[in-house]
């Protein structure tokens, strides 16, 4: 609706979390997909340094926060 995005910048972005629910995002997951990730980024010379690293950040925080998503959803899950 135009204002600023204050849920998705805190929360990250709810439908992403909710695209990989199905998936189990582990921290293994989360390290191995991190690690493609900044080897597809390192071989195109096309992209900045610079931009590279803000990419490489954001694609950290994301990553995690999906991983956190996954535990979060593992414990709702748990038979008592
Ligand atoms: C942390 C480890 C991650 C794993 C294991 C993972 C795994 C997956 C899988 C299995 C899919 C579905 C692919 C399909 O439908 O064929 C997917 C979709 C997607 N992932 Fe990830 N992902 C990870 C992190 C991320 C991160 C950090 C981002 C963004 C920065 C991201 C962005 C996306 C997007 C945009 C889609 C497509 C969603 C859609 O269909 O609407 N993923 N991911």
């Given at each position: 609706m135009g204002g600023p995005a204050l849920y998705s910048e805190r929360k990250g972005d709810p439908a992403l979390t909710g695209r990989h629910s199905p998936f189990p995002v582990t921290h293994q997951a989360a390290e191995r997909w991190f690690?493609?990730?900044e080897k597809a980024l390192e071989s195109t010379p096309y992209i900045d340094?610079?931009?590279k690293l803000?990419?490489?950040k954001f694609f950290r925080r994301t990553a995690f926060?999906?991983?956190a998503?996954?535990?979060l959803k593992n414990e709702n899950q748990r038979v008592p």
């Open positions: 690690y493609h990730m340094a610079d931009s803000k990419m490489m926060f999906l991983v998503g996954d535990e």
